[in-house]
């Protein structure tokens, strides 16, 4: 029996063959280490990495490519800035929607002398922009949120809350790990001063790639996170203060960002607007379905238009687990229960400690999945 893969949010599969070609052709025909020899091997993995910046560059809306950093992943990144920018003192505002790749640093910062206001949200997963002005303290520097949940898919209003940001002189960053290849974002015109991504989910490429948008001059307030050999200025023992290389050090994937290249220009071959405009699609039949089973209760906004392919839901009398599980081992249907790293956001939607079954299509999912998926829903629902 075919699997039908339905847990996007968590990494995306298939991978598109030119990602898997691409880090093939490096391992066999480049190798090198980018930047550290003059030889031409070694100034064509550079070259791979200058372009893969540039390429997000072109998909967040921004003509410097300098001001992508590469990281492992968007927690990586999320770290580097949170405890580069926060100093004892300052205040920060996030959302009890949070991934624990937020909500954590936050909280070892909290410790340290940093003050942490988490803004509830509604039971939809939504946030009222209103809410965040009342939090704005003398001392907040920074707001820190989510671009849309990965328990509900709610989508934040980055637009308004930006400029709310802006006009408090406040530093605003968004996680766009759900988001970015399957959503539209222009940093610039949202007022968003940093911006973290992960390469291996929407945008389609390896496990181990991500990275960090930073708005240019704001580099100078962020401690770098470590230091070490960058390539340049090899003649100086303290690290460089430029961008990217403040906050790179030690030899980078390239073979990982290599993946992300190709992975990138499918996306964007694709179209982003495309991707949207099919996952709305797909959601939109994954919901008509659920609500058609009477024991079946979905979380989040109920509406493809407010939402990324992110669906969270319970049978009544099961167990997340136990659906899950049944889904996979009798219908091959691939999802993830539990608490999806976000504890907050499932005591915000009432789900905690428990959580939920969380269904998320992706570029590659078609409407006989989603059609065969339903169905093993209901016949799991229907022993009860």
């Known amino acids: 029996m075919k699997i039908v893969y339905l847990d996007n949010a968590a990494t995306s599969w298939p991978k598109p063959e030119v990602m898997i070609d691409a880090m093939t052709h490096f391992a066999r025909n480049i190798g090198a280490n980018p930047g550290r020899s003059a030889h031409r091997l070694s100034v064509e993995a550079a070259r791979i990495i200058f372009e893969a910046r540039e390429i997000i560059g072109q998909i967040i809306g921004i003509s410097d490519p300098t001001r992508i950093v590469f990281t492992r992943n968007a927690t990586e990144g999320i770290n580097i800035i949170l405890k580069g920018f926060l100093k004892p003192g300052d205040h920060v505002i996030t959302s009890s929607m949070e991934h624990n790749s937020v909500i954590r640093p936050l909280r070892k910062l909290e410790k340290k002398g940093v003050e942490v206001s988490v803004v509830k949200c509604k039971e939809d997963g939504s946030i009222r922009h209103e809410d965040i002005s009342k939090e704005i303290k003398r001392n907040t520097r920074l707001i820190i949120l989510t671009h849309a949940s990965n328990v509900t898919g709610t989508l934040f209003p980055v637009e308004d809350i930006g400029e709310i940001a ?219």
């Open 166 to 384: 802006k006009n408090h002189g406040i530093v605003f960053c968004v996680d766009a790990a759900q988001t970015l290849g399957n959503t539209p974002l222009n940093v610039e015109k949202s007022g968003v001063d940093v911006l973290f991504f992960t390469g291996h989910k929407s945008l389609l490429g390896p496990q181990g790639t991500g990275g960090v948008y930073i708005r240019k001059g704001l580099e100078c307030e962020i401690d770098s996170f470590e230091e070490g050999g960058t390539g340049s200025r090899s003649e100086f023992e303290e690290h460089p203060d430029f961008m990217p290389d403040r906050f790179e050090s030690g030899t980078p994937n390239t073979i990982g960002i290599s993946g992300l290249l190709a992975s990138c220009k499918f996306v964007l071959g694709y179209g982003i607007d495309n991707v949207r405009e099919k996952e709305m699609r797909v959601t939109e039949k994954l919901l008509r379905g659920l609500s058609s089973i009477s024991n079946v209760r979905i979380y989040g906004p109920k509406d493809p238009g407010k939402m990324i392919s992110i669906v969270s839901f319970n049978i009544d009398g099961l167990s997340p687990s136990q659906v899950s599980l049944a889904l996979d081992e009798e219908f091959n249907v691939m999802t993830r229960p539990g608490l999806h790293c976000s504890p907050l956001a499932h005591r915000t939607i009432g789900t905690f400690p428990h959580g939920t079954v969380r269904i998320s299509p992706g570029i590659f999912t078609e409407d006989a999945e989603i059609e065969f998926t339903i169905e093993a829903i209901k016949r799991i629902s229907h022993r009860l």
